[in-house]
């Protein structure tokens, strides 16, 4: 028994030492290899044997198998990219991928190498196509886009950014305060502007009949570029340590086919006329307050008649509002009529609160005439950091804005730490699209290798849990960088000398074993 226990053990020996540099033959060819874990064969003791001794009963071995082979899942170091969607996870988690050719079978990767291929599909180097929410729309612009609709294909069904019309228009201007008041009004110097204006003429306002003007693109529903222009004037109102500036917003009288109460404005003096008030400045040459008023949608007559004009509309945000309907849309050329885009005008103060209102008794432009003690501001007044000033300085816009846009071609695209894709467009947008999907496991090492970089769920793996990077247990994803090989090759290669020497050593014995049977054979003879 004793020389076949020896031949069983080493023979055990043998084969468990074959598979081990099987192994470890593996890990050194897969060294370079994207997202590769390296693997370590565990060995086992086998059944032991009883033999009678001086002393008793005891046991000897009859050598070794292979208990388990596991996976080092460690995090393995980065390489940098120049592709914009080549993803590395830093922490837990694998990306889910789908194989469209074999029923939508799901397989997980720490391998990012994806490409949106020519159908738009966002696919790993395999054609396995990457899993991930879309963004609600309504968040795509925000700072924390939210997932809609259920786990999918990430793909790029449109490459292009949908127009978006004006709503906010902000002015930060600094008005002379040494001006000239070109004013010619004495019955109406807070509205000049206004009456002055003729939309039927070649030039609707004389380069005399104001102190400074500034333009603005902006934009329609369509997307198309239109111009607001706002003039101002300063008014010599006699008021102690105080200034006042009349303006008004106007558009190019051609493009104006607003209709109001039944009338079109095209063609009228009042063609191009958007919205008229005031600004008052302190001693210091701070912004104070502001009246504004608008087309009132039961104008009657001549249109810039002033008791046409009455009190502006407030956004929720506390701005006047006013509407330009470059369209010709119908009710949609007041802002009180349903169908209108209201645009707001920030000067830099507005009402502080949705429940703010006009400070004032004044309903109409024309209740203001000479009197300066009738201009007004909100109930209560919030102040942003830069506003409009009125200083002694040359008249000077510091800060334009508004937040329109054409339609947008993407130019660009890159992902985020959260998982989030973004896309890049012509017209100067970055928007949301998709956020990438992860996946955890309660027993990493229950997973089944499928080759290609890919594992698939087993019953000793348990069921995948779903998340998005950067939260829970999920980790985050780099951009332009693949998780290389997390291969030791100077381990592997010491740990190849051991086996080779275990190897050696077993087939030693067997070697001996031969000796003393050859032995055990020659004393017949």
């Avoid at 490409?115 to 700072?143: K, R």
């Avoid at 303006?247 to 493009?255: F, K, N």
């Avoid at 290669?493 to 190897?503: G, S, T």
């Amino acid at each position: 028994m004793g020389l076949s226990s020896s031949m069983y053990s080493s023979v055990s020996g043998l084969l468990s030492t074959a598979e081990s540099i099987s192994v470890i033959g593996n890990n050194l060819a897969n060294s370079s290899t994207t997202g590769y874990k390296s693997m370590s064969m565990l060995f086992e003791d086998v059944f032991y044997s009883s033999i009678t001794t001086s002393g008793g009963i005891d046991q000897i071995g009859n050598g070794s198998a292979i208990s388990a082979i596991s996976t080092d899942f460690s995090q393995g170091s980065y390489q940098d990219t120049s592709e914009a969607m080549n993803m590395a996870i830093a922490g837990e988690g694998y990306f889910i991928v789908e194989d469209p050719q074999n029923d939508g079978q799901i397989f997980y990767t720490r391998a990012g190498d994806f490409t949106f291929d020519d159908e738009g599909y966002l696919t790993n180097s395999s054609g396995y196509q990457v899993q991930g929410w879309a963004v609600d729309p309504d968040t795509a612009t925000t700072s924390d886009p939210q997932t809609t609709g259920a786990l999918g294909d990430i793909q790029l069904e449109s490459r292009t950014s949908p127009a978006s019309a004006t709503t906010n228009v902000s002015l930060v201007v600094n008005l002379d305060s040494d001006g000239d008041d070109n004013s010619t009004s004495t019955t109406d110097p807070y509205f000049s502007l206004l009456t002055e204006w003729d939309g039927s003429a070649d030039d609707p306002l004389g380069t005399t009949k104001y102190e400074y003007q500034t333009t603005i693109t902006v934009y329609d529903e369509a997307g198309s570029a239109h111009e607001l222009t706002v003039y101002f004037d300063q008014v010599e109102d006699g008021t102690s340590g105080s200034t006042t500036w009349e303006y008004i917003v106007t558009m190019d009288p051609s493009e104006d086919v607003r209709t109001i109460n039944g009338q079109s404005v095209s063609g009228t003096s009042a063609a191009g006329l958007l919205m008229a008030g005031t600004l008052t400045f302190d001693s210091t040459g701070a912004l104070v307050s502001q009246t504004a008023f608008t087309l009132d949608s039961t104008a009657t007559g001549d249109l810039t008649d002033l008791s046409n004009w009455t009190l502006a509309e407030l956004s929720t945000d506390g701005l006047p509002v006013f509407a330009c309907n470059f369209s010709g849309s119908a009710n949609a050329s007041t802002t009180d009529e349903a169908d209108a885009i209201q645009i707001e005008l920030d000067f830099g103060l507005s009402a502080k609160s949705i429940t703010d209102s006009w400070d004032t008794t004044v309903t109409s432009a024309a209740d203001i005439g000479t009197d300066s003690t009738l201009l007004f501001g909100f109930t209560s007044t919030a102040y942003d950091t830069d506003r409009t000033s009125s200083n002694d300085s040359a008249n000077s816009t510091d800060n334009s804005s508004q937040n329109g846009y054409a339609t947008g071609y993407l130019t660009s695209y890159y992902v985020d730490e959260g998982g989030v894709i973004y896309g890049t467009y012509s017209n100067g947008q970055t928007q949301a699209l998709f956020i990438v999907a992860l996946a955890s496991f309660d027993n990493d090492q229950g997973l089944q290798l499928e080759g290609g970089n890919l594992y698939s769920a087993t019953s000793e793996s348990g069921t995948a849990n779903i998340g998005r990077a950067g939260q829970g247990i999920y980790g985050s994803i780099y951009g332009e960088k693949l998780e290389e090989s997390n291969v030791d090759v100077s381990t592997e290669m010491v740990d190849l000398i051991v086996m080779q020497r275990a190897y050696q050593a077993n087939s030693k014995v067997i070697t001996t074993v031969d000796e003393m049977l050859q032995t055990a054979l020659g004393l017949k003879r």
